[in-house]
């Protein structure tokens, strides 16, 4: 009988952003690969797709209908491996999969950034710390992308069978990777930018925590001493307009491009001098992962995710969260010193092999064979094929 893996998140655009390429190693084994999400994205290496009408919030009443709808599927089809993402995705999946565990589906959950951690509202304690410490229990295995996620989940002993940390999901690093100091005056030059422009950049949706509000402050605060920065922030969102209506108040609306959602991002990044990150929480955020795969220096505003990949005064700086003049300062250091510049590029490169597609790989093959039977011969020929 084929075996059958079924993916869940709240939303369908999470598969194909981030696991694409673990659902093409199950097909490749000759599993059967599902989905169940909100929305109706075509995804490659699925067999069947489920629109299941999951909220991110966890108060809105669709999440009962999605709840229903997810245990229907979950108990009439013999699912080997349920592995869920995404805080709501994350709830719905292992309550409904609390039958089907007893008769040996094995659940994984990935926790892609608790929304408890050190400096988060006590709301998010009271409502999602006893929310996934309840359901840990009814966890196979736990994968958190964050030391300190991994060491909360431990330290509060929550009850899933095992609990492991990974790193993240994966950058490609042969999609994105470094170019030659002529390609890079070539690319800024079809992207209408000079060779002497100073180009920071920053790809997130214009949200609260994103706090890209934060970046058009500090861009003010140098314009007069780096005239030649262009701030480029790709992303939209429900704040997109109030960032553009401050680039105006401060006189800045020259020096910011507000470049929308983007799908060559890996173009755009290579000519860049600096990423900058604002965000106030990130669980291992893609978005540094990729500029440093492209060798830039970060500077980022200072919490778990981006602790996690920039070494202060390595590979870039850790900023407080309300520092606008210490964020400047490191912009203005790596501006004035192009050596210091190339040695933190540098660095990037050297750090991010560790959260390599490739590497992640291995590391996620590793726990999905513990769970995948007798299939050793042909489960090491695709791990090999895939490190």
């Known amino acids: 009988m084929e075996k059958k893996i079924l993916f869940c998140a709240t939303v369908d655009y999470h598969f194909k952003a981030f696991h694409l390429p673990y659902m093409r190693w199950f097909k490749e084994q000759g599993w059967e690969v ?3 999400a909100s929305g109706e994205m075509e995804l490659p290496y699925t067999d069947r797709k489920y629109n299941i009408p999951i909220q991110r919030s966890p108060f809105r009443r669709e999440n009962i209908v999605a709840y229903k709808m997810l245990k229907k599927i979950v108990d009439n089809y013999d ?4 592995h869920c993402h995404t805080p709501l995705g994350g709830v719905l999946a292992r309550l409904a999969a609390r039958g089907q565990r007893k008769n040996g589906t094995k659940v994984i959950y990935t926790a892609h950034g608790f929304h408890f951690c050190k400096g988060a509202p006590l709301a998010n304690w009271m409502i999602y710390y006893p929310i996934e410490r309840f359901l840990s229990k009814y966890t196979d295995t736990l994968i958190t992308i964050n030391q300190e996620d991994y060491q909360l989940a431990t330290k509060h002993r929550f009850h899933a069978g095992v609990i492991e940390h990974v790193h993240g999901v994966g950058v490609d690093t ?5 170019i030659t100091e002529k390609e890079k005056i070539e690319s800024r030059k079809s992207f209408g930018y000079g060779a002497d422009d100073f180009l920071l950049f920053y790809a997130a949706e214009f949200n609260k925590n994103k706090n890209q509000e934060f970046l058009l402050h500090v861009l003010a605060s140098i314009k007069e ?3 030649s920065a262009r701030l480029l922030l790709a992303g939209e969102g429900t704040l997109l307009e109030k960032c553009r209506q401050l680039a105006r108040e401060l ?3 020259h020096m910011v491009d507000f470049l929308g959602f983007r799908k060559d991002i890996d173009a755009i990044l290579p000519m860049c001098d600096v990423a900058v990150a604002s965000s106030l929480r990130e669980g291992l955020p893609v978005n540094i992962m990729e500029a440093m795969a492209c060798g830039l220096p970060v500077v980022a ?9 920039v070494r202060n005064g390595e590979n870039g700086y ?4 309300a520092d606008r003049t210490h964020f400047a300062d490191c912009i203005l250091k790596l501006f004035h010193s192009p050596e210091l510049q190339q040695g933190q590029q540098e660095k ?3 750090i991010i092999h560790l959260f390599s597609v490739h590497r992640v790989s291995k590391e996620l093959f590793s726990t999905y064979s513990s769970y995948m039977g007798d299939e050793s011969e042909t489960k090491n020929k695709y791990h090999r094929a895939y490190i």
Do not use: M, T, W
């Not at 505003?301 to 990949?309: A, F, K, M, Q």
């Open 34 to 36: 599902e989905v169940a």
């Open 79 to 82: 699912y080997d491996i349920i």
């Open 174 to 178: 042969d999609r994105f990777k470094p």
């Open 225 to 227: 001493k780096v005239p």
């Open 251 to 253: 006189g800045i609306e």
């Open 301 to 309: 505003v200072d919490n778990r995710g981006h602790r996690e990949l």
């Open 318 to 321: 850790l900023i407080q969260r």
């Open 348 to 350: 990037s490169l050297e």
